[in-house]
């Protein structure tokens, strides 16, 4: 299996900072990495697919890159309603598999 | 945009077979692929396995064995039944729905039901 790796955990900013979250594939996924935003007791949500595009209607604060084993997402300007778990998820080979997760709080 | 409902038992006794239903509506199954995805509590999501809508399936190895995804376009429903539960498979799981990006061929998920709680224990 393609292990996924989000670093840091955990971080603490303050509104309006720049977060910077990051995931590391165990072998080359190409461009087949997808972030997800989970709130407490939700399901999780679509950020960014295929490595850099964003989805419809998510804020454009949110944007992705990378390519390979490496990847960034990258949120401009942190919002209140911002803080949440992110996972990422590689859809290059089966089985699928997510990070472990990063959680943002609160500073 | 779809929306999507998970259904069925929350408490499943061990050895015995979990069943969920996902109901899609305001949109077709058509076209689309179907995937299940589990989240033990305070744990990682776990991709179970996808089907599409003309019922080719998908499967996670780790569980193949104890999973099954068929689609019932009819009824605008597709299902998941795992056998031989152990206290290992109490999860939230969600349903949702798979979007292709046509530029790259990369999968995401795009629409998700709201999740069920499933606890194993009897």
């Known amino acids: 299996d393609i292990q996924m790796t989000q670093s840091p955990s955990s971080l603490s900013a303050s509104v309006g900072d720049r977060v910077t979250i990051t995931c590391r594939a165990s072998?080359?996924?190409?461009?087949?990495l997808n972030w997800y935003q989970q709130k407490p007791g939700k399901a999780p949500k679509i950020l960014i697919y295929?490595?850099?595009s964003l989805q419809s209607g998510v804020p454009s604060r949110f944007s992705g890159s990378g390519s390979g084993t490496d990847f960034t997402l990258t949120i401009s300007g942190l919002q209140p309603e911002d803080f949440s778990i992110y996972y990422c998820?590689?859809?290059?080979?089966?089985?699928?598999?997510f990070g472990q997760g990063t959680k943002v709080e609160i500073k | 945009q779809v929306q999507l409902q998970e259904s069925g038992p929350g408490l499943v006794k061990p050895s015995e077979t979990l069943s969920l239903t996902c109901t899609v509506s305001?949109?077709?199954?058509?076209?689309?692929?179907w995937s299940w995805i589990r989240q033990p509590p305070g744990k990682e999501l776990e991709w179970i396995g996808y089907?599409?809508?003309?019922?080719?399936?998908n499967y996670n190895p780790s569980l193949k064995s104890r999973v099954t995804i068929s689609v019932d376009t009819s009824k605008n429903q597709f299902s998941l039944k795992v056998n031989s539960v152990t206290a290992a498979d109490t999860a939230v799981y969600y349903c949702?729905?798979?979007?292709?990006?046509?530029?790259?061929?990369?999968?995401?998920?795009?629409?998700w039901g709201q999740g069920t709680l499933v606890t194993v224990s009897s």
């Open positions: 072998q080359s996924i190409t461009n087949y």
């Open positions: 089907i599409y809508y003309s019922g080719s399936t």
């Open positions: 998820q590689q859809n290059y080979k089966i089985p699928w598999t």
């Open positions: 305001g949109g077709s199954m058509s076209g689309y692929y």
């Open positions: 295929a490595a850099s």
């Open positions: 949702a729905r798979l979007e292709r990006d046509f530029h790259t061929g990369s999968y995401s998920l795009a629409d």
